[in-house]
Nanobody, 118 residues
Framework: HVQLVESGGGSEQAGRSLTLSCAAS????????MAWFRQASGKERQFVAR????????WYDDAVQGRFTISQDTSKTTVFLHIASLIPEDTAMYYC????????????WGQGTQVTVS
């Protein structure tokens, strides 16, 4: 199994930046891709960004393209989500997810970290 723990959330003013972290532990060698999702209050969870642990590619939802950057550390067990130029619409619970497959549903989820933009 894989465990995911997010951190870095908090309250921030619009226009500033924030970087979220997701630390993976357990059988991390089985992870092929990791992603960030977010869920605003009263809305469905939505995909934000994805990265292959091989480092070959990233993908972003159109709504965040250009402001969000997903990256990973050299050990490939920690994934980051940098959010630039925060806007109130970024307010949401942000979840990290990991998959042992190249596509399809994600197998593992973190508990989430709250981002509030005012």
């Amino acid at each position: 199994h894989v465990q995911l723990v997010e951190s870095g959330g908090g309250s921030e003013q619009a226009g500033r930046s924030l970087t979220l972290s997701c630390a993976a532990s357990g059988y991390t060698s089985t992870i092929l891709r990791m992603a960030w999702f977010r869920q605003a209050s009263g809305k469905e969870r939505q995909f934000v960004a994805r990265i292959y642990t091989s480092g070959d590619g990233t993908w972003y939802d159109d709504a965040v393209q250009g402001r969000f950057t997903i990256s990973q550390d050299t050990s490939k067990t920690t994934v980051f989500l940098h959010i630039a130029s925060l806007i109130p619409e970024d307010t949401a619970m942000y979840y990290c997810a990991a998959s042992t497959a190249w596509q399809g549903d994600y197998d593992y989820w973190g508990q989430g970290t709250q981002v509030t933009v005012s």
